[in-house]
């Protein structure tokens, strides 16, 4: 059987989004025949800016993607922080960048997830995936929700908890709260879960 192969692209300011991406990476990578890998999109802030609101190192052990690389993958889980309800510019600029492939169509009929991480309540937890949903409407891409899969943690009501049927999310409040087990046990059963779409989608296309 042929391997599906995941794409997992993040755009991480303060790291709650890279913390998500990790395990979304981590439950993708449990389905057999799966190859998951991490990438994260170009920083568009100047180092200046970047101090002045104490964003977090990047990650030197993962690659900045280019965008014809994405016609290599067959499914796609992007990740991003929420503002003012729609992805970060840094990953708008990204989307942005892939003018030839949505001129060729190349990604069109590939899967997509999406995952985030938003302030507080009102900052976006449904909104920031709806909003986002127009960049892979436009490429032709599959959107493929997290539904209620998760079972009865997504109806935990004790605690804060991120996310909602369209993906996996986090709060990140003032910078200080980063993503509970519950948060990331969601996130590593989202990407096991679109993992396992991604390689039906795969295998039904190679028949």
């Known amino acids: 059987?042929?391997?599906?192969?995941?794409y997992v692209i993040y755009y991480s300011?303060?790291?709650?989004?890279?913390?998500?991406a990790r395990?979304?990476?981590?439950?993708?990578?449990?389905?057999?025949?799966?190859?998951?890998?991490?990438?994260?999109?170009p920083e568009t802030l100047p180092e200046k800016i970047l101090d002045k609101v104490q964003a977090a190192p990047r990650a030197d052990n993962v690659a900045e993607i280019r965008p014809e690389?994405?016609?290599?993958?067959?499914?796609f889980m992007f990740g991003f922080p929420?503002?003012?309800?729609?992805?970060?510019?840094?990953?708008?600029?990204?989307?942005?960048?892939?003018?030839?492939l949505w001129a060729s169509q190349k990604l069109a009929g590939k899967p997509a997830g999406i995952f985030w991480s938003t302030g507080f309540h009102g900052g976006g937890q449904e909104l920031t995936a709806l909003t986002a949903v127009t960049q892979l409407a436009h490429h032709g891409m599959i959107f493929v929700p997290l539904g209620y899969t998760f079972g009865r943690g997504m109806f935990e009501m004790e605690e804060v908890k991120g996310?909602?049927?369209?993906?996996?999310?986090?709060?990140?409040?003032?910078?200080?709260?980063q993503p509970t087990e519950l948060e990331l046990q969601q996130a590593h059963h989202h990407g096991m879960y679109f993992a396992?779409?991604?390689?039906?989608?795969?295998?039904?296309?190679?028949?």
């Open 196 to 207: 396992g779409i991604a390689k039906k989608l795969k295998n039904q296309s190679s028949v």
């Open 82 to 100: 929420s503002r003012f309800g729609v992805m970060a510019s840094q990953f708008k600029a990204f989307f942005d960048s892939t003018h030839e």
């Open 69 to 75: 690389q994405l016609a290599e993958a067959d499914g």
């Open 1 to 6: 059987m042929a391997v599906t192969r995941i």
């Open 13 to 20: 300011l303060h790291g709650h989004v890279e913390t998500m």
């Open 23 to 41: 395990e979304v990476l981590r439950g993708a990578n449990t389905v057999p025949d799966v190859e998951a890998t991490l990438w994260q999109v």
């Open 163 to 177: 996310g909602s049927p369209y993906g996996s999310g986090t709060y990140a409040a003032d910078g200080r709260r």
